[in-house]
């Protein structure tokens, strides 16, 4: 049958997409090339597998090295408070004073009774040597002298605990009471501690324990400070706390420009040594939530989807999407494609 035919004898709508499809099939035209852009000078690192310790982050607190609580040796109502938060304090420094008119008086009386039994002592002394009394009745008043002295030094020293002052050079952190409040042994007034001298103290889980011992340098990280320093153990407490299951740890840490008592820190504490693909931080690049980097293949810069790990300074490790001997772009993967042509510079 002749196609002429054939195509009068097609309804008119069958007719019209056969004309529609050849001539779609007519303009259709072979696939455009993928502009892979200009080529990118980059620098490249070859992918490898290095060592590193394991560790396992501890928190722990900042703390001074020495502090102390200071309240009065005797009770009396606080007469004069010199101490408040922060003010810097020296050695023997004047901070406080309790009115204690009661152990003046009992000074005062000793100081009495001490100047009548010199006076007894020395007046029966020359009865002595004029024979008139015997040496038991000198030896006598001799002993009522010394104790009469004696009493005299009791009060003297109850007298200088009304002055309440700095036992070491420090800043006042807390303050506890104020004038007019009654002072009592074992009631603390304020608290000092030194600022100069910090350590981080950390509980550390029964499982790491024997990981550390006294004098190891461990690595750990103030945050807020913003500090990454090294500390030395410098304490360890024999007996674990029977509630958390942990040790005390305490490590002394370097004067250091920003650290304060009571801030929060990680002790790094070492674990194992294991294996793992480092790469520099610049090399891998996040685009919203995927971590992807480049490889350099015959030229052509690869993207490839990465997971990565631990930060490690200016390195970063990567447990998927790389392997090792591969050309990583170090510098310049920000602005790569995936198949742009790169150039490799020394």
């Not at 023997?92 to 005062?108: P, S």
Request: glycine fraction near 8%; charge should be positive; hydrophobic fraction near 45%.
């Amino acid at each position: 049958m002749k196609l002429s035919t054939i195509l009068k004898s097609l309804p008119v709508s069958a007719l019209a997409v056969i004309l529609w499809a050849s001539g779609c099939s007519r303009k259709q035209g072979p696939p455009a090339a993928i502009d892979s852009g200009p080529a990118v000078s980059v620098r490249t690192v070859t992918v490898q597998i290095q060592k590193r310790l394991a560790i396992e982050e501890v928190v722990g607190t900042v703390r001074p090295k020495l502090s102390a609580s200071v309240s009065a040796k005797v009770s009396g109502t606080v007469q004069q408070m010199l101490a408040t938060p922060g003010l810097v304090v020296k050695a023997g420094q004047l901070l406080a004073q309790v009115d204690a008119r009661e152990i003046q008086a009992r000074h005062d009386q000793a100081v009495a009774i001490r100047d009548q039994a010199q006076k007894d002592l020395d007046r029966v002394k020359t009865l002595l040597d004029g024979k008139i009394i015997t040496q038991q009745e000198f030896d006598a008043a001799q002993s009522r002298f010394r104790v009469a002295e004696g009493a005299v030094k009791e009060a003297a020293t109850l007298l200088g605990y009304i002055r309440i002052t700095a036992p070491f050079d420090g800043v006042v952190t807390v303050k506890h009471a104020d004038v007019g409040d009654l002072a009592a042994p074992g009631k603390p007034l304020f608290e000092v501690e030194d600022p100069n001298v910090l350590r981080l103290e950390a509980d550390v889980p029964e499982a790491l324990i024997d990981r550390v011992k006294l004098g190891d340098k461990l690595g750990l990280r103030v945050p807020t400070a913003n500090v990454a320093i090294d500390g030395v153990i410098g304490e360890i407490a024999p007996v674990a706390d029977p509630v958390s299951r942990t040790f005390r740890v305490k490590l002394d840490l370097p004067t250091t420009t920003g650290l304060r008592s009571g801030q929060f820190g990680r002790v790094a504490v070492p674990v194992a040594e294991v294996n793992a693909l480092r790469v520099p931080a610049g090399a891998v690049v996040v685009r919203g939530q995927m971590e992807i980097a480049f490889v350099v293949v015959n030229g052509k810069a690869q993207m490839r989807l990465v997971k990565t790990g631990k930060h490690l300074g200016d390195e970063i490790e990567v447990v998927a999407g790389l392997n090792p001997g591969e050309q990583l772009v170090s510098e310049g993967a920000a602005q790569l494609r995936d198949g742009q042509p790169a150039e490799v510079r020394k």
